[in-house]
């Protein structure tokens, strides 16, 4: 954005849809050199505001869902947004890749960007979605270490650790809307400043593991939160540490570090990970058979990818998605 230049932060209305160590031992190939790539299982869910034609840029996004009876959100996932659900009053179930996991309000329902989930609500629910722009929503985080940590997955935050708490967080959403409306002298700062308050009282709500808290440094997490972007983009690539490395400007032995320091995790494990989360998120949601899915990820062999995952998981891949849509049923 060019300097001086200040775009709107947020749009105020309702929600919508428009609908060395590496994987070197794996016998993987680079998923560009893949004729096809395995068709997305979950779908994408993008997100617009109340009067699309205005055209505006926007960061965040607040809306506010009363609705009576059972409410039933299939599984998606949003491809460039996090979002903070505050339910402030009901109760219900949320399929968080594909794991039954109950709430009940007062609460905050965390959601990464790409994390899959469904949500099913029981009667008289009502909920405030505050979603925020992933470009955005990092350079909120990077006033805080925590804030990179609170955002490494979803998560239920009861807000019951004070009787003050679901008061405050209930204000500072108002407040954050309220904001937004008034385009009052300085809104851009006030809205920055409403939402790293919002996001600073749900760090308080919760305990992080704190994996090192001598090693974790500041450094230490930025470097390990940009590793998973980086992970992301080519986890289907098997790129070597070194790769990896070079793209960062540091050396494997430093991102080796960063990575134990921050998450308690190896990067070769880091890697692993998002490799197990893309094959059950497969193996779910999608009909692609065990064959596809190891090829779509990379894999020429499907007896590597069954070994991998049965070494990973401790199931094998079909013996997974039997056991996972019996659950379902």
């Avoid at 193996?283 to 990379?298: T, V, W």
Wanted: charged share 20%; hydrophobic share 40%.
């Amino acid at each position: 954005m060019p300097p001086g230049r200040a775009l709107p932060l947020v749009a105020v209305g309702n929600i919508a849809r428009s609908c060395s160590t590496s994987l070197a031992t794996m016998p993987r190939t680079p998923h560009e050199s893949s004729p096809a790539a395995a068709p997305a299982p979950v779908p994408k869910v993008r997100l617009y505001v109340e009067r699309p034609e205005r055209q505006e840029a926007w960061f965040v996004n607040v809306g506010h869902v009363t609705e009576g009876g059972r409410r039933r959100t299939a599984p998606h996932a949003h491809p460039a947004y996090g979002q903070v659900i505050f339910v402030r009053i009901g109760r219900g179930v949320m399929n968080l890749e594909g794991q039954s996991v109950p709430f009940e309000g007062p609460c905050a329902l965390l959601l990464p960007n790409e994390c899959v989930h469904g949500l099913e609500y029981e009667i008289d629910v009502d909920r405030w979605v505050v979603t925020v722009e992933e470009t955005y929503l990092r350079q909120i985080n990077a006033k805080l270490p925590e804030f990179i940590q609170l955002w490494t997955e979803p998560r239920v935050i009861p807000l019951t650790y004070s009787d003050e708490a679901p008061a405050d967080v209930y204000a500072l959403i108002r407040r954050l809307e309220q904001e937004v409306r008034s385009k009052a002298l300085g809104h851009v700062i006030g809205t920055e400043s409403l939402l790293t308050s919002l996001l600073l009282l749900l760090v308080r709500g919760i305990r992080l593991d704190q994996i090192d808290k001598e090693g974790a440094t500041r450094n230490a997490i930025r470097l390990a939160d940009r590793f998973r972007e980086l992970i992301q983009q080519h986890y289907r690539d098997n790129l070597r540490l070194q790769n990896y490395a070079s793209m960062m400007a540091v050396s494997p032995a430093q991102l080796r570090a960063a990575c134990v320091a921050a998450t308690g995790l190896s990067p070769t494990k880091l890697i692993h990970a998002r490799l197990i989360m893309e094959a059950k998120r497969n193996l779910i949601f999608g009909d692609l058979s065990i064959e596809q899915i190891a090829y779509g990820l990379g894999f020429i062999d499907t007896a590597y990818f069954t070994r991998f995952f049965r070494k990973e998981v401790g199931q094998s891949p079909s013996q997974f998605r039997a056991a996972s849509r019996t659950q379902a049923a």
